[in-house]
C-alpha cells in the first residue's frame, strides 16, 4: 500500500514522496526537482510514478512475498483522474508514464 504526494514551495521548488508499508515494512521513496516549469499537479503525478517505479523496481520481492495487489493512495481528484483520461493537456507525459508503469505492473503480477 502506497501513499504519494506531491507539493510546490512558494518559489516553485516541486518535491515528491511516496511511502510504502507492507506488514511491519516501510519504504519511502522522495524526489525533489528543482525546476519551475512543473505545476503542483505535475507534482502529484510525479509522486504516483514514484510509487509504481519502486513497485516495478521491486516486483520479484512482491511475487515471492505473495503481494498480488498493489494499492496506490492520493489526495489529487485531478492527478487520478488525469491517469484515466490521457487526454493531450499539461501533465499529459506523466500521466502517460503513470498508465504504462500500472499495466507493466499488472502483466508482471499476472505472468508470474
Not at 25 to 37: F, I, K, P, Q, Y
Not at 73 to 97: C, I, K, N, V
Amino acid at each position: 500500500m502506497w501513499s504519494a504526494d506531491g507539493s510546490q514551495s512558494d518559489d516553485s521548488i516541486v518535491s515528491t514522496a511516496a511511502v510504502c508499508t507492507h506488514r511491519d515494512n516501510w519504504n519511502a521513496v522522495r524526489s525533489h526537482l528543482e525546476t519551475r516549469r512543473l505545476e503542483v499537479n505535475d507534482a502529484e503525478l510525479w509522486a504516483i510514478g514514484l510509487a509504481l517505479q519502486e513497485s516495478l523496481r521491486k516486483r520479484d520481492t512482491l511475487h515471492t512475498a505473495g503481494v498480488m495487489n498493489v494499492a496506490i493512495f492520493s489526495y489529487s481528484q485531478a492527478a487520478l483522474s488525469q491517469t484515466d483520461h490521457l487526454e493531450l493537456r499539461p501533465g499529459y507525459p506523466l500521466a502517460r508514464r503513470i498508465n504504462w508503469r500500472a499495466t507493466t505492473l499488472r502483466k508482471a503480477v499476472v505472468d508470474a
